[in-house]
């Protein structure tokens, strides 16, 4: 099965920035793939995706700041996120959404994870 693993999290101040990368263990060329994060005692939330057709999506409160870009040769995704706020402190998560018509906004949409990379923003 598939691995992802995660890097690039940390603890940085507002405005900083941070690039997270994730690596699929296997092919993901035919695939989805996205970032979701966790807040302290919030919900898992998307953040944004790239489908298998190269199309990307981004929630509301990232646009203009992160960036999702995907190297289907390699099977990775990356995330640029610039000018960080508190409010983006999060455990941040990659998945894989096998299943093409499903909603890529939706955590229930995915079938692999990873463990997960911390990203910490001070004010």
């Known amino acids: 099965q598939v691995q992802l693993v995660e890097s690039g999290g940390g603890l940085v101040q507002a405005g900083d920035s941070l690039r997270l990368s994730c690596k699929a263990s296997?092919?993901?060329?035919?695939?989805?793939m996205g970032w979701f994060r966790q807040g302290p005692g919030k919900e898992r939330e998307f953040v944004a995706a790239?489908?298998?057709?190269?199309?990307?999506h981004l929630t509301d409160s990232v646009k203009g700041r992160f960036t999702i870009s995907r190297d289907f040769a390699a099977n990775t995704v990356d995330l640029q996120m610039n000018d960080l706020k508190p409010e983006d402190t999060a455990v941040y998560y990659c998945?894989?959404?096998?299943?093409?018509?499903?909603?890529?906004?939706?955590?229930?949409?995915?079938?692999?994870w990873g463990q997960g990379t911390q990203v910490t923003v001070s004010s």
């Open positions: 998945a894989v959404k096998i299943i093409e018509y499903y909603n890529d906004y939706f955590v229930e949409s995915y079938d692999l």
């Open positions: 790239v489908t298998w057709r190269g199309r990307a």
């Open positions: 296997g092919s993901t060329v035919n695939y989805g």
